[in-house]
């Protein structure tokens, strides 16, 4: 058995920068025909010119890849009308983090009260420009993205014009939210359709595992996967793969993120056969991010095949989800 996907977009990546940037950047270039790239760099994202750099270093660390970098600045309260006008010719979106909340987040926003935002969301609403948002509150790890829902309903509601995209959800309130506000989206990342807090800690701690947000409920993995696996047009994939290194990984401190982008279409092509769900694939890997962004993206096939592929256990020093286990899909 064999699938072939057409462009398939990953549409929330972290590629860092420096030499994790050209140890992992063709993990996805190889597979995807274009990601929308997290700007939470050190220093963040911020500028035109950084903007511009930084999808130069990807570029070359691509190595002639047919892939898009689609890039994003990182959210602030001030930007002005004029600076993002000229921006939209260079970023697909604005990614907002509340501060601290993440990795490499301490410079994101520290209030939301919506007059404290209204300068830059009008701009962006005006200009078309999308707003990414880690939806996070401060509270209880588990009912943090619970909590963050008040936020989306106030600026959905502020902004009916502007494009929100509700990142990474794990939650079965956030999955309600999708069918109340016209203007709210939401990507939706491998490893939660996948995991629960008890593959993470329900035995010995799987550090590979552990991300923000953190892996919900049975109940709210069953809420993702009814959206993803029916390709709800308001959904769309994305990895969220986050690579570090792994000795930050299996360590005091364990550092946020798994990495999967070397693996994600096969593990999906497992995931959606075992529900008879393949032929809403298409929809779910790009299809539905093409109409949401207005996208054209590069034009690029990718076959994978039934057949039987072993994880390796690192890509450079980055330990991958699945390290070492078998798939039942492989790249053809």
Excluded at 41 to 48: E, Q
Excluded at 97 to 108: A, D, H, K
Excluded at 278 to 300: E, H
């Amino acid at each position: 058995m064999k699938i072939t996907l057409k462009s398939p977009l990953d549409m929330h990546l972290h590629l860092r920068d420096a030499d994790m940037l050209n140890s992992i950047a063709r993990c996805s270039s190889r597979y995807f025909a274009g990601a929308i790239i997290m700007p939470n760099l050190v220093p963040p994202i911020t500028s035109i010119d950084d903007v511009i750099s930084y999808k130069k270093r990807i570029v070359k660390a691509i190595e002639g890849d047919f892939f898009e970098p689609y890039m994003t600045l990182f959210f602030k309260n001030d930007y002005s009308y004029n600076f993002l006008k000229e921006a939209k010719e260079h970023i697909k979106a604005i990614k907002l983090y509340p501060s601290g909340i993440t990795t490499n987040s301490e410079g994101g926003v520290s209030s939301f009260e919506i007059n404290d935002l209204r300068d830059t969301l009008e701009a962006m609403s005006e200009l078309g420009l999308p707003l990414l948002v880690h939806g996070e509150s401060n509270g209880f790890v588990m009912d943090r993205e619970k909590e963050f829902g008040s936020f989306y309903e106030k600026i959905a509601s502020a902004f009916p014009k502007l494009k929100i995209v509700m990142e990474h959800i794990t939650d079965k309130n956030s999955v309600n939210l999708l069918d109340r506000y016209d203007n709210l989206y939401a990507t939706i990342t491998l490893h939660h359709l996948l995991i629960t807090l008890d593959d993470v800690a329900g035995g010995l701690l799987q550090p590979h595992l552990f991300c923000k947000p953190i892996a919900k409920r049975y109940e709210d993995r069953e809420a993702l996967r009814q959206v993803a696996l029916n390709a709800h047009p308001k959904v769309m994939f994305g990895s969220d793969s986050a690579p570090h290194p792994k000795h930050k990984k299996e360590s005091m401190g364990c550092a946020a993120g798994v990495f999967s982008a070397p693996v994600a279409l096969p593990a999906l092509c497992e995931l959606f056969e075992r529900y008879s769900k393949l032929d809403n694939l298409q929809k779910f890997i790009s299809d539905n991010a093409v109409d949401i962004y207005d996208l054209k993206p590069i034009k690029k096939e990718i076959t994978l095949e039934k057949k039987e592929f072993l994880v390796p256990k690192k890509y450079g020093d980055v330990v991958p989800i699945f390290a070492g286990e078998k798939l039942s899909w492989s790249y053809a």
